[in-house]
């Protein structure tokens, strides 16, 4: 059998269904439960505790979004230039995607935070990529703190700037996030509030951390029709040896691992050895999960819904079983679910431990 192509990821979602703000509080959100067989339950977060089981041990993203978006004026000709800051390069500067009506070349000068700082182009990377260098004595983080918007995704129109957009900085990160990265949330941590988290621990629960930053490769689309033609960029994360003791005590008492979102299953998958035993340490990862998948780590997924034909939504279908997924998103549409960052989520309790590969 022939592996699916990028159009056997598509389904139709109506415009109105796309949240531009978030419930609140965030644990009324909708979840729709995905049993691997059976009936779909609905459900809200603040039930998720019923569902999990003591000796499970549930896995977050404590990755924190930084201001990473900004605007600013080249230094001949005055056209607006939006940057949105990536990582620090290893040949020195910051990575960054640059739009803008013509793209900067390299040597070109860039003035931001209103002329009192100056970044030069100093290498194009394709794909609207490029490697920037701010002026001695001017930090990127201090740009960011002083000019940075956050970068919300393309899908939720938020004019700028606007008491909404100013939310946004607080609404857009989780309750436990704290190490500074990522240029868009984990969005399944979105969710959860410190008395979810204290029912959740109050279940016999473990709640293990790990960071992985998510950069803008993680959402770009898919644009060529066999996804096995598709690269990932490579994002990196960092597993403690703490979680990784968390997962094989939950293993060894018959518990779950329970990923909360598409980023901590990639960092737990690429860090994971063949027999399915974590390693603590940091990586890089440009794994591209898509079906078929033997899932070596990760039991039980809590997920927002993705975009169609989206690597994501790949994820998810590797996870769960494509047609099983797209029957559920249609269900989803019908019954009313919010949809992508701001929106609802799914709860893929998985299949039994005995039949995982």
């Known amino acids: 059998m022939a592996a699916p192509g990028l159009d056997d990821f598509h389904y139709e979602l109506p415009p109105d269904r796309i949240a531009q703000t978030p419930i609140e509080p965030r644990d009324a959100a909708r979840m729709l439960v995905v049993p691997s067989q059976g009936p779909f339950e ?72 209103d002329g009192r700082a100056t970044a030069v182009l100093a290498e194009e990377l394709g794909d609207g990529m490029g490697r920037l260098v701010v002026d001695d004595g001017v930090s990127v983080e201090w740009l960011m703190e002083k000019e940075g918007l956050t970068p919300l995704p393309p899908y939720i129109r938020r004019p700028l700037p606007t008491a909404e957009a100013l939310r946004d900085r607080e609404r857009y990160q989780t309750v436990y996030a704290r190490s500074p990265g990522s240029v868009a949330a984990p969005t399944a941590g979105l969710h959860f509030t410190p008395e979810l988290l204290e029912r959740i621990r109050e279940r016999g629960v473990a709640i293990a951390e790990l960071t992985l930053h998510v950069g803008p490769g993680t959402f770009r689309p898919v644009k060529v029709a066999n996804p096995d033609d598709h690269h990932m960029h490579s994002e990196p994360f960092e597993i403690p040896p703490e979680t990784a003791d968390a997962i094989a005590r939950a293993r060894a008492c018959g518990g779950r691992v329970v990923a909360v979102g598409t980023t901590v299953v990639r960092a737990l998958e690429s860090s994971a050895t063949s027999g399915g035993r974590v390693e603590a340490g940091k990586g890089r990862t440009d794994l591209f999960i898509r079906p078929p998948w033997a899932f070596r780590v990760a039991d039980a997924l809590l997920t927002n819904f993705h975009l169609p034909r989206s690597t994501l939504l790949m994820l998810v279908c590797a996870f769960a079983g494509r047609e099983r997924i797209l029957e559920a998103y249609r269900v989803a549409v019908d019954a009313g679910y919010r949809f992508y960052s701001y929106g609802d989520c799914t709860f893929l309790p998985g299949p039994p431990l005995e039949r995982r590969p």
């Open 42 to 113: 609905h459900r809200t977060v603040r039930d998720l505790p019923d569902l999990l089981r003591t000796g499970d041990v549930l896995v977050v993203n404590i990755s924190r979004v930084i201001p990473a978006r900004m605007f600013g004026r080249k230094a001949r000709g005055g056209g607006r230039v939006e940057i949105l800051w990536i990582e620090p390069a290893s040949a020195g500067g910051w990575l960054a995607l640059l739009k803008a009506r013509r793209r900067p070349r390299p040597g070109d000068r860039i003035l931001l935070a």
